[in-house]
Structures are given as structure tokens and as C-alpha cells.
């Protein structure tokens, strides 16, 4: 800095984090979740495909690539979490680790959407040349797949806390699709088996194609405004310069960005005629939820240039 006497504070006063341990606060019991469920997949994962190419399904088959979609999702989605949390406190990571996650959750993304494709490629040519299928022995597996879907679903219920966790939304939202996937793959057999529509089998491929593609969408925007720093909360925002404008001061500079689930950082510049020190304005913003760093310096109107 090169002005005479501004007040400037590094985040480390009381009410705010010193460290980089930046994790959600269910980080650990996330982290044994999904490694419980990426287990339960894997085996879902054998019968389906198994089943699929035995019966000749497409629905089936096309649930079996999904969930294998599913299996690496949750291991990258497992293995971030232990990650983060072996160098949560590396001096490597100038904001901590936090946002291990967010990057799992973008790689996620993307695979999500191949399989989408993949699925709606293949799904589309059994609907051009459909096949004969062993509907009455495909419908039960499905069923299974489903009902342990279903179980995976509940267990990686994301908590109050975990609903800041990408990390845990994406592979909540991958096995909430495969739910979803299943149900169709469930009409479709039925449909083929009862009325004689060999092109419902294939097109309820088509439907969770396009249901999985609006998925990865949605999940990449999410992952990407967390790794381009996108402002995470107008309101907190909003909260914070009214609060350190509350005695006439006027915020001339403001950041703030999400560092990890639940965790955000703050920059502000705070022009005023006649500062306080710089313990003040903290304590201005002390309490204010998911505020965890904060850096605020305090100039003069004079030699305020930003």
C-alpha cells in the first residue's frame, strides 16, 4: 500500500477463521457416505449390465451405463473429500481446500453429460431398429436397480449443513437422476411387455437421456460459478456493505467469493473521513452467517484509489 496511515486487518481477529481449514462441517460423515454408497453401486452396477446384455434391454442397459456413470462419479466425489481433508491445512492452499469439492463436482458434471449422450445415441438407434426383449425377466432387475437407487438416494440425503456441499449435491443429484431414469427404464418394459410397444423400451432411453443432460447443466453452472469466483450471495453481500456503511463510512471496494461449503471470504475498502479502527468495522460483521474471512482496509477519502 502506499498510502500514509490506512488501517488494514488480515481476517484474524476473533469471529473469523485464521486457519484454511475451509470444509463443510459434515465433511467426514459426507466422505464415509459416499464411499458406503460407491460400494452399493458398484455391485447395482454388475446385475444391471449383466442384466441387460442377458435380456436384451436397453432400458436396462442404458440404467447400467448410468450407474456406472454413477460409480466414478462417487469415487472422484470420495477421493476429493479425502483430499481436502489431508491438506486442509497445507500452506500450498492459500484459501484452504474447500473447493477440492467444487472442482469434483465439475469433473462430475461433464461426465454426467457424456453419459447422457452416450445413452441418447444408442437409445436412438434401438428406437430406428428395435430388439427383442425378455421383458419378464428385465422388469424385476429393474426393479431392484431401482429400490437400491432409491436406498443410495436417502442415504446421501444432503443435512442442513450439506446443502452447501457441491461436493455432496452432485452425487445426491446423479443417483436422484438414476431414480428418475429408472422409473422410466420401469414404464417402458412395462409398456413393451403389456401393450406391444417394442419402441417404448428405447424411448424411455431417449426421455432419461434428455433428463440426465438437463442434470449436468444445471450442475456445471453450479460448479463453475464456485471456480470462476462468481459473487455467491447478493444478500450477504448486500449485508456487508450496509453494514460497514452504517456510521457514514462508504465501501469503495468489495469481494466476496466462496471458499468451501458453507465458508466465504471478503475483501472490502472502506473510505471515511474519520476511522475507527479497523476492530470496529469487524465487529460490524461479526455473526453474519458463512462469513469466515475477512480482509478490510480503511483509507481516507483523499487517498482512496481503486
Not at 484454511?20 to 462441517?25: C, E, F, I, P, S
Not at 491445512?89 to 467444487?102: M, Q, V, W, Y
Not at 472502506?270 to 483509507?299: F, K, M, N, W
Request: proline share 4%; aromatic share 6%.
Amino acid at each position: 500500500m502506499t498510502t500514509a496511515d490506512p488501517t488494514r486487518s488480515d481476517g484474524r481477529l476473533d469471529g473469523f477463521r485464521s486457519d484454511r481449514a475451509y470444509l463443510g462441517a459434515d465433511h467426514g460423515r459426507n466422505e464415509r457416505r459416499t464411499w458406503i454408497v460407491a460400494a452399493i453401486c458398484a455391485v447395482t452396477l454388475v446385475a444391471q449390465l449383466a442384466g441387460g446384455l442377458l435380456f436384451r434391454s436397453m432400458a436396462l442397459t442404458a440404467s447400467g451405463l448410468h450407474m456406472a456413470a454413477h460409480v466414478a462419479a462417487l469415487l472422484v466425489a470420495a477421493g476429493a473429500y479425502a483430499l481436502a481433508r489431508r491438506h486442509a491445512a497445507s500452506p500450498r492452499f492459500a484459501f484452504g481446500t474447500g473447493k477440492i469439492g467444487d472442482l469434483a463436482g465439475f469433473a462430475n458434471a461433464v461426465v454426467l453429460g457424456m453419459t447422457a449422450v452416450l445413452i441418447a445415441v444408442e437409445s436412438f438407434q434401438r428406437l430406428l431398429t428395435p430388439e427383442a426383449v425378455d421383458y419378464a425377466s428385465a422388469l424385476p432387475l429393474a426393479a431392484a436397480g431401482l429400490a437400491v437407487t432409491v436406498v443410495c438416494v436417502w442415504l446421501l440425503k444432503p443435512t442442513a449443513h450439506g446443502r452447501h456441499d457441491l461436493n455432496l449435491s452432485a452425487a445426491h443429484l446423479h443417483l436422484s437422476a438414476d431414480a428418475l431414469f429408472g422409473v422410466l427404464a420401469i414404464a417402458g418394459l412395462l409398456a413393451g411387455q403389456r401393450l406391444g410397444w417394442r419402441w417404448a423400451d428405447p424411448a424411455a432411453g431417449l426421455a432419461g437421456a434428455a433428463l440426465v443432460g438437463q442434470f449436468a447443466v444445471g450442475l456445471l453452472r453450479r460448479a463453475a460459478a464456485t471456480l470462476l469466483d462468481m459473487n455467491p450471495s447478493a444478500d450477504l453481500t448486500t449485508q456487508i456493505r450496509t453494514r460497514l456503511e452504517a456510521e457514514g463510512e462508504r465501501v469503495v471496494d468489495l469481494h466476496l467469493w466462496r471458499l468451501g461449503p458453507g465458508h466465504h471470504a471478503a475483501v472490502a475498502v472502506v473510505s471515511a473521513a474519520d476511522p475507527q479502527p479497523v476492530e470496529a468495522y469487524h465487529a460490524r460483521l461479526r455473526g453474519l452467517e458463512g462469513l469466515s474471512h475477512l480482509t478490510i482496509e480503511v483509507r481516507r477519502p483523499e487517498s482512496v484509489r481503486v
